[in-house]
């Protein structure tokens, strides 16, 4: 899935997958584990995991947590989340088929069934998966779920005219992906890709081998939705609750309040508490002003948390180490350009000007929690090997050596491209952003490209940046991913195949028979034999194509007020994990 995390200094990135677990009983804030990023995650599962949640001990019950966000949400419609923070705060009141549970010191993760019994049965060509669904489970109106509002929102992912920035596996592996447009044109209650024999059986029809689909039922996009209250672009608004709480109200780009969901059933839950009244979301706040906040902890902001890593000029006024969530994440940041705009030998001019060092400190980068990237693959990826090319690496001074400059200039001139212009979009109300822009329209101009930086407000960003056919040659989403589940096949196939473009998910817009052959060839490999592929596909793409410059491996450090009970890290996305958190005063 396009699961997208979005920082003030970059733009999207995916979700993940990973390891084994249930909540800690440590009553800390911190991450448990290591800290580190070099860790690779792995595909655990336990298909007979069931509800209740084991309790987080210490645990008390009462009070709001405000979550103060200098970032914004594009949506929190199921069909179309695709950023770790709309899925992060999406588990509050969606479930799926399937859900990860954190377990021991480590908070590993583990796939465990959900509003699904199990996690799936597979037909023995691979083409159908069968999914039988708890029965008892309620909308937070008391109405019942059914079989048919998963095949609804199945139905409903598909079009993608509507839902535009939502995960897209489904269109490349479900039976006739590739052919049907949803449920609201002509024939579309008819899709052969899914069936409902009956109120508590799912069946799932594909077009190829997807041995993946149990973590893709993880994601938003698999909880129920029932037709007769689908308000297609406003049903975010009102969505039909199944977790611990519902909208109460969502006033978009700037607030969502959360309450608790009366007909929620804990047992049935093998993840999500609900310990707290409810939730107080603001968003498109200043980043350095809400995470001194949050640190003071001055009355009301000890219940505030930012999900955002702390800015490294707040380092020295971290007090208590508690008051910081860390871990590691399946993440990678990057600096995306258009090929079809900008050719190849100008791409390699573009990496040889950016300016990394200076822009690591004036984006505030920690490199405990982002340290410096040379690949596509993260090292938390199965699959992941550390390799480095010349003058991609993460470090150097770029056009800021003036040596460099003149290098880039005269390079411009033999390939007849002097003055090439460069476009982006920024958050013009984000101090952080906008110093980046400057810095780096600085560093182009002194390599003789021109520069054409757009202002656009935060709350719109992500709007301006997810269009594939935006009119700016860098910068487009994503421009950073985490895994939707770990493996590669999360990454190239949806990333940087031709198809990408029109699914919304490509990286650098690339349209390239032979690169789409060669991950096609992975793809077709056992998942053992594709752990040695794929970071030859990794290599090759930044080696030959270059559609992207690696900045950072993302990890979590984000502030956390000292009311805060139970902030763990969450390592499937790299972020603070919310349906367990406590207020330890209510």
């Not at 010191?105 to 999914?131: I, N, R």
Request: hydrophobic share 35%.
């Amino acid at each position: 899935m396009q699961w997208k995390r979005i920082t003030a200094v970059a733009a999207t990135v995916m979700v993940a997958a990973a390891a084994c677990g249930s909540p800690s009983s440590k009553n800390g804030n911190n991450s448990g584990g290591n800290g580190e990023l070099g860790s690779a995650q792995v595909k655990a599962t336990d298909p007979t995991a069931k509800g209740p949640a084991a309790e987080v001990d210490g645990a008390k019950k009462g009070g709001t947590v405000t979550v103060l966000s200098d970032v914004t949400p594009d949506t929190f419609d199921p069909t179309n989340i695709y950023y770790v923070d709309g899925n992060q705060i999406g588990k509050l009141f969606y479930r799926a088929l399937t859900q990860y549970r954190l377990d021991g010191p480590d908070h590993k993760p583990v796939l465990v069934p959900d509003l699904a019994e199990d996690l799936g049965t597979k037909s023995a060509d691979g083409l159908t998966w069968t999914f039988k669904l708890k029965q008892g489970i309620k909308y937070m109106d008391g109405t019942p779920v059914k079989a048919a509002d998963f095949a609804y929102s199945i139905k409903r992912s598909f079009a993608h005219d509507l839902y535009d920035a939502g995960p897209t596996y489904q269109q490349q592996f479900f039976l006739d992906g590739d052919k049907y447009k949803g449920p609201y044109g002509p024939g579309g209650a008819n899709y052969r890709g899914v069936e409902t024999p009956d109120d508590h059986t799912l069946v799932i029809k594909l077009a190829k081998k997807f041995d993946d689909l149990p973590f893709y039922g993880a994601f938003p996009m698999f909880t129920p939705i029932p037709q007769a209250k689908d308000t297609q672009k406003n049903y975010e608004q009102k969505p039909m609750a199944t977790g611990p709480y519902q909208v109460a109200s969502y006033n978009p780009g700037n607030e969502l309040k959360l309450t608790k969901n009366p007909n929620w059933d804990p047992n049935t839950d093998p993840v999500r508490h609900q310990y707290v009244d409810g939730w107080d979301f603001k968003f498109a706040q200043d980043t350095i002003k809400v995470q001194r906040q949050v640190l003071a902890s001055a009355g009301p902001d000890a219940n505030a948390l930012n999900y955002s890593n702390l800015d490294v000029s707040l380092l020295p006024e971290v007090k208590d180490q508690s008051q910081l969530v860390t871990g590691p994440g399946p993440c990678n940041q990057m600096y995306t350009m258009d090929s079809r705009k900008i050719p190849l030998e100008v791409r390699k001019l573009i990496a040889k000007s950016y300016p990394y060092d200076s822009w690591r400190k004036v984006a505030g980068l920690n490199p405990k929690d982002s340290p410096p990237a040379s690949t596509i693959l993260p090292p938390a990826v199965p699959g992941f090997e550390k390799y480095e090319l010349p003058g991609l690496n993460g470090t150097g001074k770029g056009a800021e050596d003036p040596a460099v400059a003149q290098q880039v200039k005269d390079e411009l001139a033999k390939l007849g491209k002097s003055g090439f212009q460069l476009s982006w979009y920024f958050s013009i109300d984000d101090k952080i952003a906008s110093q980046v822009s400057q810095l780096r329209q600085q560093a182009y101009e002194k390599a003789g490209f021109t520069v054409k930086a757009i202002g656009v407000p935060k709350a719109k960003l992500r709007t301006f940046v997810g269009n594939q056919d935006a009119p700016v040659n860098i910068g487009k989403t994503p421009a950073g991913w985490c895994s939707d589940w770990p493996s590669g096949t999360s990454w190239f196939p949806v990333l940087f195949k031709s198809d990408a473009i029109a699914l919304g998910n490509s990286v650098g817009q690339l349209q390239d028979k032979a690169l789409d052959a060669k991950i096609d060839a992975v793809v077709a490999k056992s998942p053992e034999e594709q752990l040695k592929e794929w970071s030859k596909i990794d290599k090759d793409i930044l080696e030959n194509y270059l559609p992207v410059l690696p900045l950072y491996y993302a990890g979590t450090n984000s502030p956390v007020g000292k009311n805060i009970g139970h902030a763990i890290n969450d390592p499937t996305q790299g972020m603070p994990e919310f349906t367990s958190i406590y207020l330890k005063q209510p």
